[in-house]
């Protein structure tokens, strides 16, 4: 089992930054490929980025190719999402997800494990 918990979301104005953390416990975090989605109002839940547990493979969704980092500290249990030049199309709810696999994957159905979700709030 693994539990992960997001913090880090808030309210910023278009152009800003934030950096999104989940930190992870249970089962050994290096296991396992992470993953970021987000879901915003009346909207399915849509892959944003993801990396492989060793960090050698990484993903990003297009919308956010260039503006966001996803990293990991495995000392810490925990992996970031860094979220440059923001735009109010970034609003939604952002989950962090673990997979049960060395391998990331853009599909959310192969995630084993979410974490309940932080705000993130673009204002323009």
């Known amino acids: 089992q693994v539990q992960l918990v997001e913090s880090g979301g808030g309210l910023v104005q278009a152009g800003g930054s934030l950096r999104l953390s989940c930190a992870a416990s249970g089962r050994t975090f290096s296991s396992y490929a992470m993953g970021w989605f987000r879901q915003a109002p009346g909207k399915e839940r849509e892959f944003v980025a993801a990396q492989s547990w060793s960090g050698a493979r990484t993903y990003y969704a297009e919308s956010v190719k260039g503006r966001f980092t996803i990293s990991r500290d495995t000392a810490k249990n925990t992996v970031y999402l860094q979220m440059n030049s923001l735009k109010p199309e970034d609003t939604a709810v952002y989950y962090c997800?673990?997979?049960?696999?060395?391998?990331?994957?853009?599909?959310?159905?192969?995630?084993?494990?979410w974490g309940q979700g932080t705000q993130v709030t673009v204002s323009s």
């Open positions: 997800a673990a997979r049960g696999s060395t391998s990331p994957s853009t599909n959310s159905y192969e995630y084993n494990y």
